[in-house]
């Protein structure tokens, strides 16, 4: 139970997160992603005659189950597992991320750009609902996200899952060096 | 209900998003200033067993408890994979989490993150609107 409550180091975490690559295999022939049941709830919600959103997304029902589940163990972990903890993270980033503005260190996020009140400033609307936008938009595009392209494929040697992979990083590099720091001054 | 194994599997999955801290938008920032390793061991560990896993299923031809034959869909090219991918990139530092973690955000406690979500169904839906004018 001790273990539960800590933070899980990055070589627990992750052979369990590459776990669900056969998990799901074994389930039911389910190919790990996430990002697909934004589309799913667009075709549920909203088709709008649009052919893309024109399928049966009931027999793709599992991924919104699944999805459903992420935030139920967002729950369990976050309240009852101590998830809400200050992450010890790099001085060095910490410093620079004060130096733009940050200030509240205390949470998985930082609550001074991503609350309720900030969403009204220029600020936090563009981080709370642009990159919202941006990360919809995009993984649709690319074909997945971290979990379809970057671990699933990976996994399964596809090479256009390592190109979106590279793409991802890039432009996180893009955004994180050259477009951030302007961004958090707002 | 045959989705009661999905809901299980994504709790567990959420559980282990929140515990190693993948969902923190601080861990995101120190990972793209290359100023930590734990990202990188996270997504690579992951990767590593995926990658055995899906080897050891094809070496011993093993089946899903159904009994069919495990089927790997192939991801064809598409420059949509480029393109799409460096929006993500950009999306994903500002945020600090991609589809996943934004479910998990929410249920750890940060219900403002809810309106982050919508805003990735409104920018996938955006997408299904105008995919026929853009390059793939």
Known sequence: ?????????????????????????????????????????????????????????????????????????????????????????????????????????????????FSFHQLLTLRGFVFIVTGGFLVGFGTRYAGGCTSGHSIMGLSTLQWPSLVATCCFMIGGLVMTWLILPYLLQL | MKNLKYLIAGALFGIVLVKSEVISWFRIQEMFRFQAFHMYGVIGSAVVVGMISVWLIKRFNLRSVNGETI?????????????????????????????????????????????????????????GLVRNHLPH
Do not use: R
């Open chain 2, 71 to 127: 089927v790997i869909p192939k991801k064809e090219f598409t420059w949509g994979n480029v393109y799409g991918g460096l929006i993500f990139g950009l999306g994903w530092a500002i945020t600090g989490a991609c589809p996943g973690p934004l479910f998990a955000l929410i249920g750890s406690g940060l219900p403002v993150i809810a309106i982050t979500l919508l805003s990735a169904v409104a920018g996938t839906w955006v997408y």
């Open chain 1, 1 to 113: 139970m001790e273990f539960l409550k800590q933070p899980w180091p990055w070589y627990v975490g992750g052979p369990l997160i590459g776990l669900f690559v056969p998990a799901l295999l074994f389930a039911g022939n389910k190919a790990f992603g996430v990002s697909s049941s934004l589309k799913h709830i667009c075709a549920m919600c909203v088709p709008a005659d649009i052919s893309f959103f024109k399928y049966d997304w009931k027999k793709e029902s599992w991924n919104l189950f699944f999805v459903a589940g992420i935030l139920m163990g967002g729950f369990i972990a976050g309240q009852l597992l101590n998830g809400q903890h200050p992450v010890d993270i790099n001085s060095h980033t910490a410093e620079l991320l004060k130096q733009n503005g940050v200030k509240d260190f205390g949470g998985l996020v930082p609550q001074d750009i």
